[in-house]
C-alpha cells in the first residue's frame, strides 16, 4: 500500500526538517588578543588538520578505496575554506609534517583503532564519529616522529602543544555535537509512513461510516411524530451503495479500524455532519440517486467521482486532517488516488468472483525490501551526505549557479537522489532521476524541477565517466 513514490517524498521531507536544524560544524576561531604561544597553537592546530587530511587521502584499500577521506570529519574539514588554502599552500611550499605521512599511515592502518574502524563501517551511520579523535589522542600526537618535528617549530614550547591538543578535542567535542544519534529522524520517518497508512485505512472506510450516518438520519426521520411519504418510503440507494457493502465485509479493514480505535464519526461528528451535506447536496449525488441504474459500476464510479471532486476538496474535512496530523495534507493526494485506485480494485474482484482484498494491498508494505527502502535510503543520504554535496558543488562550479544560493530543498533532493542512484543498483536510473524531478516539482520552487534534471543529468555524467557509477 505504501509504494516507493510516497517513501522517497517522505525521505525528502523528513530529511530537510531535520537537516534544516542540523548543527553545522566548523574549526576553532582564532585566539583574540594572541601571544606567541597561542599563534603557536592554533598553527599547528591547523597545520594537523592538514597532517590529518593527507593521511585520510593515504591509506587505500584494495580497489583503490580511502575509506578515511570518507569519514565525516575529513569531509567537513576538507570543505574548510582555511584548510582548502593551506593544503594549496603546501603544494608549493614546504610541509614539515609531510614527511610522516607515509609512516603515519602505516601506523594507523595497523592500528587496532582502524580495524575495529573497518569492521564496523558499514552500520556506521555518521561515518566514524570518533575514529579521528582516538587517532590523534592515541597514535598521532603520543608519536616520538611527531613530537621531535613539532619541537622544532619556532616560537614551540610544551605549553603551546598542550594548547593546540586542547583546540583539537575542543574540535572533535563540538564535531560530536554537531552529529545526532540519528534515532529522532528515523522515528520521524517511519512515524510518518505509519500515519500515511492510517489515512489511507481511514479513507477506504470513510464511505462506511458516512453512510452510517445518512442511515441513522434517515431512521430517525421515520420516527418523527410527523412525517411525510419521504420520511416513510427513503430512496436507500445510497446507504445499500455495492462498494461500501463490500467494504464493511473486509476483515482486514474492519480489523485494523477495531484495532487502532479509529472512527470519524466519534473523533469528529460536526465534520462527518458536513461533509455528509456537502455529499448529498451536490448534483453528483442527485444525478446518482436519480437514476434507475443501481448496480456495482455505477456505485463504485460514485464514490471514485465524490472522493476526487468534494472529499478531497472540502474545507471541513481538510482542516480536520490539518489538526489531527502534521502529516496527512501532505499525503492526502497520495493517499486519495490509492483509494480511489482501491476502489475500482475491488469492483474487479467481485465481478471476476474473487475476494475483495484480491491483489488490494492492505499491510504497510508490498513486501521486505520496500519496508526497508526508506529507511536504507536515508541511511545513505546521511551517511554521505558531504560526498554528496561536493559532487553537487562540483557542477555548480562549472556552471553560472551559486551553491550558497541553492534553495535548501533542492540540495535535500539532490542528495537524496544521487544516495538512490549510487546505492540502489536494481532501481533504473531513468526511474530514480524522473522520480526526484517530480519530488523538485511539488515541493521547491518553480525551476526546481529543471534545475534538479540539468545537474542530476551532469553528475551521472561525470560519475559514469569516473567509474564510481556503473549503471
Known amino acids: ?188 520517518l517511519e512515524t510518518s509512513l505509519d500515519k500515511a497508512q492510517e489515512l489511507f485505512m481511514r479513507l477506504l472506510y470513510l464511505p462506511v461510516e458516512l453512510t452510517d450516518l445518512q442511515e441513522r438520519a434517515l431512521e430517525e426521520r421515520r420516527r418523527r411524530f410527523i412525517t411525510t411519504h419521504e420520511d416513510l418510503n427513503p430512496n436507500l440507494k445510497f446507504v445499500d451503495n455495492e462498494l461500501v457493502k463490500a467494504l464493511k465485509d473486509n476483515d482486514e479493514l474492519l480489523a485494523y479500524m477495531e484495532k487502532n480505535k479509529i472512527s470519524w464519526l466519534q473523533e469528529d461528528p460536526v465534520m462527518m455532519d458536513n461533509l455528509l451535506k456537502a455529499i448529498t447536496c451536490s448534483d453528483i449525488y442527485e444525478e446518482y440517486m436519480s437514476t434507475s441504474v443501481s448496480d456495482l459500476h455505477s456505485d463504485v464510479e460514485f464514490w471514485r467521482t465524490v472522493f476526487r471532486k468534494i472529499v478531497m476538496t472540502n474545507t471541513h474535512f481538510l482542516e480536520s486532517l490539518e489538526d489531527s496530523s502534521v502529516f496527512w495534507n501532505d499525503d492526502l493526494e497520495i493517499m486519495g488516488t490509492f483509494v480511489v485506485k482501491t476502489f475500482r480494485k475491488i469492483e474487479d474482484n467481485l465481478e471476476k468472483g474473487l475476494p475483495v482484498s484480491t491483489g488490494v494491498v492492505f499491510d504497510k508494505y508490498k513486501d521486505d525490501e520496500d519496508a526497508r527502502f526508506g529507511s536504507e535510503l536515508m541511511k545513505a543520504v546521511l551517511r554521505n551526505k558531504e560526498a554528496y554535496r561536493g559532487y553537487i558543488n562540483d557542477i555548480l562550479d562549472r556552471s553560472l549557479w551559486e551553491s550558497e544560493r541553492l534553495a535548501f530543498m533542492d540540495v535535500i533532493v539532490l542528495e537524496t537522489a544521487l544516495a538512490e542512484i549510487m546505492n540502489f543498483p536494481k532501481i533504473p536510473l531513468s526511474v530514480s532521476i524522473n522520480e526526484y524531478i517530480e519530488i523538485a516539482k511539488s515541493y521547491s520552487t518553480a525551476k526546481s524541477g529543471g534545475f534538479v534534471n540539468g545537474v542530476l543529468g551532469a553528475m551521472v555524467k561525470n560519475l559514469q565517466e569516473e567509474g564510481k557509477l556503473l549503471k
Open 1 to 188: 500500500m505504501i509504494n516507493r513514490v510516497l517513501i522517497r517524498t517522505k525521505v525528502v521531507q523528513v530529511l530537510y526538517s531535520y537537516l534544516l536544524t542540523d548543527k553545522q560544524f566548523s574549526l576553532e576561531p582564532r585566539p583574540t588578543a594572541p601571544t606567541k604561544e597561542k599563534r603557536f597553537a592554533y598553527s599547528l592546530y591547523l597545520d594537523m588538520l592538514v597532517f590529518m587530511v593527507k593521511i585520510a587521502e593515504n591509506v587505500s584499500i584494495r580497489g583503490g578505496e580511502r575509506p578515511l577521506e570518507q569519514t565525516r570529519f575529513i569531509m567537513r574539514i576538507k570543505n574548510d575554506e582555511v584548510i582548502k588554502s593551506l593544503v594549496a599552500r603546501y603544494r608549493t611550499e614546504p610541509f614539515a609534517l609531510g614527511s610522516l605521512v607515509d609512516s603515519m599511515s602505516e601506523k594507523i592502518k595497523e592500528s587496532n583503532i582502524y580495524k575495529n574502524y573497518m569492521k564496523r563501517r558499514d552500520s556506521d551511520l555518521f561515518g566514524g564519529q570518533t575514529v579521528w579523535r582516538d587517532f590523534f589522542n592515541m597514535i598521532i600526537f603520543p608519536d616520538p616522529e611527531v613530537n621531535a618535528i613539532v619541537s622544532r617549530r619556532e616560537n614551540f614550547t610544551m605549553k603551546g602543544v598542550e594548547r593546540m591538543s586542547d583546540i583539537m578535542n575542543d574540535s572533535f567535542v563540538n564535531f560530536m555535537a554537531s552529529q545526532d544519534s540519528g534515532e529522532g529522524v528515523f522515528k520521524t
